[in-house]
Structures are given as C-alpha cells and as structure tokens.
C-alpha cells in the first residue's frame, strides 16, 4: 500500500484478487519462463499416502460401536444387538465363556486340594476292594500260626501254700508247673538265666489266692493273668505273651 493510500483514507485500498491478478501480471511481464514451468508442474495421485486418512476412518468406524462416552445400558445393548454387530457379540460372548471356563476349572485344580494325610486309614482311599470278613472264624492270629516258631519254656515245678476258705482244710496247698511263651528268643533267655528269680516272684502271686478261687476255671485264668503281668514287670528284654499250666495239684 502506498503512502498516498495511507495518508487518504478516501481512496480505496485494492482486494485480494486484484493484487494476484497484478503479481501474476508481474510474473509474466519480468520472467515468462517461470510462469511456464509452474504451469506445468503436476501432482502424482499415486504417490499420495492414504494410510492415515484409512486409519482414521476405521478409528471413527470402531468409535461408533463402543464410544468412551457411551454410558453402561447402550454398551449392553450394543452388546446384545445380534442383528447390527453380530461379529463383535459372538467375540464378546466367546471371550466371557472362556474366562468362566478359565475360573471352573483352576478352582476345581489338583493344586487347591488339601495335602494328603501321612497315615493310610483306609485302603478306600486308594480305590483299592475292601473286603468285609467276620474276625471270630476267618482270622488266623499272628502267634497261633502252626508255621511260626514257638518261644516256649516250662520253668521248674513250684508247691505254694493257699489261704484258706470254706471248702478247704486249714493249710491248702498247689503244686503246679507253668509253661512260658514268649515274643522272642531274647526273652527265653532272660527267662532262664534268671528263672529263680521269677519262680519266687510267682509263688509270692499265687499265694495271694485262695483254695476255692483256684479251684474254679475262672480263678486259673486269673492266676496266670496275674503271673503274666509280674513277669512283664520285670524282663528287660521283651514280653511274655502268656503262661500256660502243664500241670495243677490241689490239696485240701
């Protein structure tokens, strides 16, 4: 703009047009052959690259199926439109059956289990038959086996005075002889190595009995118990499983 045009504001400033046309005027005038060459210039369409306007467009496509803004009932019913996104639903509904399928089967895991017992109670528990027997006759006991070896012996022939009671005299007397099984072979041996000892301690038991006691089935039982359990007392080297009477004199 030109100092007349500043200093008279009557006169009327040019557009925009009008100094195109005069630059053009201008380039055409002082340098045709640039004017020329511009005219010329063209723009390849082919080497133009799309890809982010197609990105664009797939962005806007995906936001009108979801939108961050969407409130949580049109989600579900975007969800739910089978007739509209019927491929995204069936990846929906997919992927929450597999997440449930997922959660079933680590919660139902060997590893949640509880650690085994150290102690076998019952062979059920292994999936092996159990079998119901009747223990009175279809038992055979461990030491009643005729295969296994008898630790046995029968220690010294002992006379013991009994109290009296109402069907014996004054001064009634036992002679009797017993026959010792024990558990092991280191049993007998302390037995016999030590057989007086326990000949006395056997007479102080039986001594404690009275005639009429020891007459009945019932007292001898109870005298050998008594006997068994003196003995036990006093091994050092196993148990004594029982005593047996090889011979049982009363005297009235």
């Known amino acids: ?9 009557e006169i009327e400033a040019p557009s925009e047009d009008d100094v195109l046309k005069n630059i053009d005027a201008f380039l055409a005038e002082e340098d045709p052959d640039f004017v020329k060459s511009m005219s010329e210039l063209k723009i390849d369409n082919s080497a133009v690259n799309l890809s982010v306007l197609d990105s664009a467009l797939e962005m806007e496509e995906a936001s009108n199926f979801v939108h961050p803004s969407t409130s949580f009932a049109e989600r579900l019913t975007q969800v739910l439109d089978f007739r509209n996104n019927f491929s995204l639903v069936i990846k929906f509904w997919m992927s929450v059956g597999i997440v449930i399928a997922a959660v079933y089967f680590t919660a139902k895991g060997p590893f949640w289990d509880n650690p085994a017992s150290l102690f076998l109670t019952s062979f059920a528990e292994w999936g092996a038959p159990v079998q119901d027997y009747n223990p009175s006759d279809e038992v055979q006991f461990f030491f009643d086996n005729p295969r296994l070896s008898k630790n046995l012996l029968e220690l010294k022939k002992m006379v013991v005075n009994l109290k009296p009671s109402s069907g ?3 001064n009634p007397m036992l002679a009797f002889e017993v026959r010792v099984e ?14 007086s000892e326990f000949v006395d301690r056997i007479l102080r038991v039986t001594e404690d009995f009275s005639y009429d006691e020891v007459s009945e089935a019932s007292g001898k039982q109870k005298l050998g118990e008594k006997i068994v359990d003196v003995m036990n007392a006093n091994l050092t080297k196993g148990q004594v499983r029982k005593v047996m009477f090889s011979s049982f004199f009363l005297k009235n």
């Open 1 to 9: 703009m030109s100092d007349e045009t500043k200093n008279n504001p």
């Open 182 to 195: 024990g558990l092991s072979k280191e049993v007998m041996v302390e037995l016999k190595d030590r057989e």
């Open 168 to 170: 014996s005299s004054a």
